[in-house]
């Protein structure tokens, strides 16, 4: 099985008061901008919708409203609603070197310091109770990523293949180049790993 690491310019402060705003206009902005989006996750999800579960549009909702004190058993859904929110307001950004990771390369991850908390926990700007491993979510401030990029380190690894130096070299500078587009845009970033 492989992941796949997306990111997004978002501006985290507009991020976050878009949760509780109750703004009328986003949800139905949204359901027209990604009806195939939605309509792909209500597929994907059947099951656990007809169980339950919310659907990605009422997850939107939820968040907008503010009602997401009952996330916890569908923290996943919400976490798929905070990236199409992302979306709509953000911009997201390549990421081919750093999509269908197996699990055995998440070492890559470990080596850019503003997101390897997806390797091991969430960091959501918004509340989500009931955060689990995947889907994962972080975010990284504007001044974050002022920070990580001008103390960015480089640690050699002594056992990589070719194959795998060539990766990693990529990936970090993929990693840069987004630190560097939220310093230019004056933004922050918002990446979801699944």
């Excluded at 978002?10 to 986003?26: A, C, F, P, R, Y």
């Excluded at 992302?86 to 390549?94: D, N, P, R, V």
């Excluded at 990421?95 to 991850?109: M, N, P, R």
């Amino acid at each position: 099985m492989s992941y796949s690491i997306y990111a997004y310019l978002v501006d985290i402060e507009q991020l976050q008061q878009i949760h509780g705003s109750k703004d009328v206009t986003i949800v139905p902005n949204i359901t027209d901008s990604f009806s195939e989006e939605l309509e792909e996750n209500n597929e994907w999800f059947e099951s656990e919708i007809e169980s339950g579960a919310p659907t990605l549009i009422q997850a939107v909702r939820d968040i907008v409203d503010g009602n997401v004190e009952k996330t916890e058993a569908y923290w996943w859904q919400y976490v798929y609603a905070l990236e199409l929110i992302c979306k709509y307001i953000g911009t997201q950004l390549e990421s081919d070197e750093l999509e269908a990771i197996k699990s055995s390369g998440f070492w890559i991850v470990d080596e850019m310091e503003a997101i390897k908390d997806l390797n091991y926990s969430s960091r959501s700007p918004i509340p989500i109770h009931g955060l689990e491993n995947l889907p994962s979510i972080t975010y990284v401030s504007y001044d974050e990523a002022i920070y990580y990029l001008s103390n960015r380190y480089s640690k050699k690894k002594a056992d990589l293949t070719p194959d795998q130096e060539e990766r990693l070299v990529n990936a970090i500078e993929q990693y840069h180049s987004w630190l560097k587009e939220a310093i230019n845009k004056r933004t922050g970033l918002v990446c979801f790993l699944y």
